[in-house]
């Protein structure tokens, strides 16, 4: 049994995505410098990857876990921890220059651009942003979370901004 219902996750969701606005946007732009370092051959682009990796690990790790969940849930410091040892491990590869982030297998490199395309772009498109006013437009956002009595796959009206609560499609 979880320490916490589905409406209060939802809602620690929405009150991350608020708190943090507008670093979705950095998010996404550390994102596109990995994915470009990943085009890339060399130390020198293995170690951007590897140091963009680590701090959204570390941001995560911090700025969601410390600060977010650990309202709901006991264990956060927990998952908190195991972000920064793993922020501490990416860093430490990076700086080493340890690390290697090239695909051999086509396979599996096709599976994983597959899963990030999702994740930058499809998984944005099916949520959708409420904020807690009523009357007011739904926005778009592309970071899940908030609490809300419905569904809907409703495109946005007014593009990207920070409102209130998002709607799961």
Known sequence: MLPFSS???LQVFGAFNLAIWPLQIVAYGVALLALVALL???QIANRVVAA???SMWLFTGIAYYCLHFAR??????IFAATFLVEAALLKYTAARGFSSWRAAD????????ILVLYAAVAAG????MRTDQPGTNRRFAGIRGGATKGRSLALPRSGL?????????
Do not use: E, H, W, Y
């Not at 709901?72 to 410091?77: E, G, K, V």
């Not at 086509?106 to 651009?113: N, Q, S």
């Not at 901004?161 to 499609?169: E, F, K, N, T, Y």
């Open 40 to 42: 890339r051959s060399g």
């Open 72 to 77: 709901i849930n006991p264990l956060a410091d």
């Open 7 to 9: 409406k209060q996750f």
């Open 106 to 113: 086509p396979v599996r490199t096709a599976i994983g651009a």
């Open 161 to 169: 901004a920070p409102a209130g609560r998002l709607v799961a499609a």
């Open 52 to 54: 963009c990796l680590a």
């Open 125 to 128: 498109l099916i949520v959708t």
